[in-house]
């Protein structure tokens, strides 16, 4: 053990202390008051931090963490997080001694600050200080998971499926990057493993960015979109690459294309002076401050629960938009239908189509433009003629309606009519009390058929519509 009093010893803070590719020795003090030694619980030195380590308490051996060593093949990795019981027959009140002999060289990354914490307090498992906010955490997690779950179902519906997919990623690359966040509260993993998360985490950040600004560029519908995607993520790894620190990395991954965004969605809402656009804009900038304001904790739950908020409302502005699209296209449907049933009108009554009746061994031909209704009657169909003649056609309801156009509207199981002969709809009659019907039309020369109460609102939607 050293004396701590060479040339090379010097004094740092904890977040300076380096020992990645190198073995060193580090000594500190801590002021335990009176009233906690007299509490009787147990009592811990915890270190957290990428390095294997030794830890001696008022010149005690009290544990180790792997086995450090100035040679690297004879270093034992050690956890990224650990505990190390006290005795409290060694627990001085006020100042103690606290010497560690750590070493670092398992990771691929060089970190700016490897060493996070060396403290003293109630002995508990080494993650308990970072489980102490993983309840807030789950929350936004579950959310997203949630919403990862709605997206991959929504993405089967092929008019959905583009915005859905894309909503689909952003959520899982989300929840994946939580996770990886908290996964240190979870499990006291192996330092070097501290290197694949912080990669995992910026990345996820990143690709989180990426689908964001896709998002935004597919929606402006630019022409050259993979151009835009591309140059941004170009942009975006460059000063990923050049900022040090990976809590800034993380942050300047969503940052940069969230910028990129809000200035492409102010551009447009400017030049097409429209509400849908501001609100789109509004949202990205006020993102994109709320990442400036919340730098220094970027990896706290509030991110987690701001990005939740953001998908939320892009989700709530897209179904807005496709709820409009729907109801625009079944206008235009009905328009077309309507439009249709015109034509087929005006046809019925220039050229109306034929139907052949067998009847008392020869074949009739009657006209569509003739027949007022149409009855079921077992094996076959009483065709109520407008001169109140009656022919029947061998075969189903069903089978003559396929063959009659359009202007024949089923009211009912048994009854087929010629829209041309409807006068008028009633609800009150005096058969009505005989039968289940909900209505009855009225047809030409006080011809009446009932309307089955499933079929009334498409009756009388009909009539109000023609």
């Known amino acids: 053990m050293p004396s701590f009093s060479e040339a090379e010893c010097k004094t740092a803070h904890a977040s300076q202390i380096d020992p990645q590719n190198k073995a060193l020795w580090v000594k500190t003090t801590v002021n335990v008051a009176e009233d906690m030694l007299k509490d009787k619980q147990p009592h811990s030195v915890y270190l957290s931090g990428k390095a294997a380590s030794k830890v001696y308490f008022n010149g005690h051996y009290i544990g180790s963490n792997g086995s450090p060593n100035a040679i690297p093949n004879l270093e034992q990795v050690g956890k990224i997080d650990a505990m190390f019981y006290v005795p409290a027959k060694l627990i001085k009140p006020n100042s ?20 996070n914490f060396i403290g003293f ?31 991959l179902v929504a993405s089967f519906n092929p008019r959905k499926r583009a915005n859905s997919l894309l909503f689909l990623l952003m959520t899982s690359f989300a929840s994946l990057q939580l996770f990886a966040e908290i996964s240190r509260a979870l499990y006291s993993y192996p330092y070097p493993f501290q290197d694949v998360r912080l990669l995992l985490i910026v990345s996820l950040s990143f690709l989180f960015g990426m689908c ?43 940052f940069v294309p969230s910028v990129i965004s809000a200035t492409l969605l102010t551009m447009q809402a400017i030049r097409t ?16 401050f709320t990442i400036v304001l919340t730098l220094t904790t970027f990896h706290d739950a509030l991110f987690y629960y701001i990005i939740s908020a953001v998908l939320i409302v ?27 049933f015109k034509l087929e009108q005006n046809q019925q009554k220039t050229e109306p189509s034929s139907i052949k009746i067998n009847s008392a061994g020869k074949i009739e031909i009657i006209t569509s433009d003739h027949i007022v209704f149409c009855k079921a009657a077992g094996d076959y169909v009483e065709m109520n003629l407008k001169n109140h003649q009656q022919r029947l056609f061998t075969g189903s309801l069903k089978e003559l309606e396929s063959t009659l156009p359009n202007t024949f509207l089923r009211v009912h199981r048994s009854y087929l009519v010629n829209v041309e002969f409807i006068h008028s709809l009633t609800t009150t009659s005096l058969k009505q009390a005989k039968t289940s019907a909900a209505g009855f039309l009225q047809l030409h020369d006080a011809m009446e058929v009932p309307v089955s109460r499933r079929i009334m609102p498409t009756v009388r939607n009909f009539i109000k519509q023609n």
């Not at 993650?127 to 709605?150: D, E, H, K």
């Not at 896709?214 to 929606?219: A, D, E, I, M």
């Not at 519908?221 to 800034?248: A, E, M, N, R």
């Not at 729907?326 to 309507?338: F, H, I, M, P």
Request: no cysteine; net charge positive.
């Open 273 to 288: 002076k429209s509400k849908e656009w501001a609100l789109y804009a509004l949202l990205f900038v006020l993102f994109s």
């Open 314 to 340: 892009l989700f709530i502005l897209q179904a807005r938009k496709l709820n409009q699209e729907q109801k625009d296209k079944e206008a235009e449907q009905a328009l077309v239908a309507k439009l249709q």
């Open 96 to 115: 103690n001694e606290i010497i560690i002999e750590m070493s670092s060289h398992h990771g691929f990354l060089s970190l700016n600050s490897p060493l």
């Open 121 to 151: 307090g109630i002995y508990s498992a080494p993650t308990y200080f970072i489980q102490r906010n993983l309840g807030v955490s789950i929350v936004p997690l579950g959310a997203l998971l949630l919403g990862a779950i709605y997206f």
């Open 212 to 254: 964001l600004l896709s998002f935004v560029v597919l929606k402006l519908k630019k022409s050259k979109p993979y151009w835009w995607i591309l140059t941004g993520g170009f942009l975006t790894l460059l000063i990923v690459w050049l900022i040090p620190g990976f809590d800034p990395k993380t942050a300047l991954a969503i």
